[in-house]
């Protein structure tokens, strides 16, 4: 059975950078996407990118500029850097298993809540 | 790329039916049968419930349906229970550029 194990900084300060990590257990690695997706206090969800197990990425263009998403097959981890944050970006930040070609996501992390406060 | 829309709220009593839908548009729900559909229980991570349009995962009861037509897909809950009271979100695959878009949620309250 797989299962996605996430952590991170949870307090963040206007302007720092967001990062979280998201360690896959079970399963391939290399047959699917993994994203990000988010979900602010009290609203809905919202993707934010995806990476396969050779680098490749997509990413929402509402947050392109400021996210990079990268992968470690070694350890079959895959990691979320959001720059410059702003109180917009407090959420609770999960990672998901993406299927390829019928874009849906079959297995989530628990979620990481991040707060952006100064 | 806008949110596709779901109305807030839905409720039925126990054994009742009720369905949700979600609007889009050509770029996002009209254009690609790759809708699907998430129940949130509160402070939990979002689950599938159903796949492109309206397939379902092993393990999830068959009272959930989904359907389509145009840019409107929906989601039927049959035989209400109690366990289904959640927030229930869709999504779609929008393209090569924009790739998925999420519904706003409903509210399903079992009354």
């Known amino acids: 059975q797989v299962q996605l194990q996430q952590w991170g900084a949870g307090l963040l300060k206007p302007s720092e950078t967001l990062s979280l990590t998201c360690a896959v257990y079970?399963?391939?690695?290399?047959?699917?996407?993994w994203s990000w997706i988010r979900q602010p206090p009290g609203k809905g969800l919202e993707w934010i990118g995806e990476i396969n197990h050779s680098g490749s990425t997509n990413y929402n263009p509402s947050l392109k500029s400021r996210v990079t998403i990268s992968v470690d097959t070694s350890k079959n981890q895959f990691s979320l850097k959001l720059s410059s944050v702003t109180a917009a970006d407090t959420a609770i930040y999960y990672c998901a298993r993406t299927v390829v070609s019928v874009y849906y996501m079959d297995v989530w992390g628990k979620g990481t809540t991040v707060t952006v406060s100064s | 790329q806008s949110a596709l829309t779901q109305p807030p709220s839905a409720s039925g009593s126990p054994g009742q039916s009720v369905t949700i839908s979600c609007t889009g548009a050509s770029s996002d729900v009209a254009g690609y049968n790759f809708v699907s559909w998430y129940q949130q229980h509160p402070g939990k991570a979002p689950k599938l419930m159903i796949y492109e349009v309206s397939k379902r995962p092993s393990g999830v009861p068959d009272r959930f349906s989904g359907s389509k037509s145009g840019n409107t897909a929906s989601l039927t809950v049959s035989g209400l229970q109690a366990e289904d009271e959640a927030d229930y979100y869709c999504?779609?695959?929008?393209?090569?550029?924009?790739?998925?878009?999420f519904g706003t949620g409903t509210k399903v309250t079992v009354l």
């Open positions: 999504s779609s695959y929008a393209g090569s550029n924009n790739f998925y878009v």
């Open positions: 079970g399963g391939s690695f290399s047959n699917y996407y």
